[in-house]
C-alpha cells in the first residue's frame, strides 16, 4: 500500500523539524540561546516544534 500513514507523518515532522532548526541558526537569538532551542526541538521533536513555533525566536530580518 505504499507509505504508512505514520512513517509518512514521522517524514513531515522530520522536514518541520529541519525547518526549524535552520530558522533557529539564522535568528538574532544568542548562541547559547540557539544550542537550548536547537536540543528542545531534537530532544522533543513534535513538543519542540510546536513551542518553537509559539515562543521561539524569530530569523533574521533581511531589511538594513
Known amino acids: 500500500m ?3 500513514i505514520g512513517g509518512l507523518l ?3 515532522v522530520l522536514i ?3 525547518w526549524a532548526i ?3 541558526v539564522n535568528s ?3 548562541t547559547g540561546g540557539k544550542v537550548i532551542w536547537v ?19 524569530r530569523a533574521r530580518s533581511s531589511v538594513s
Open 16 to 18: 518541520a523539524d529541519v
Open 22 to 24: 535552520v530558522n533557529v
Open 39 to 57: 536540543v528542545l526541538i531534537l530532544i522533543l521533536p513534535l513538543l519542540g516544534l510546536i513551542i518553537w513555533l509559539i515562543a521561539g525566536p
Open 2 to 4: 505504499g507509505i504508512e
Open 10 to 12: 514521522g517524514l513531515l
Open 28 to 30: 538574532n537569538a544568542s
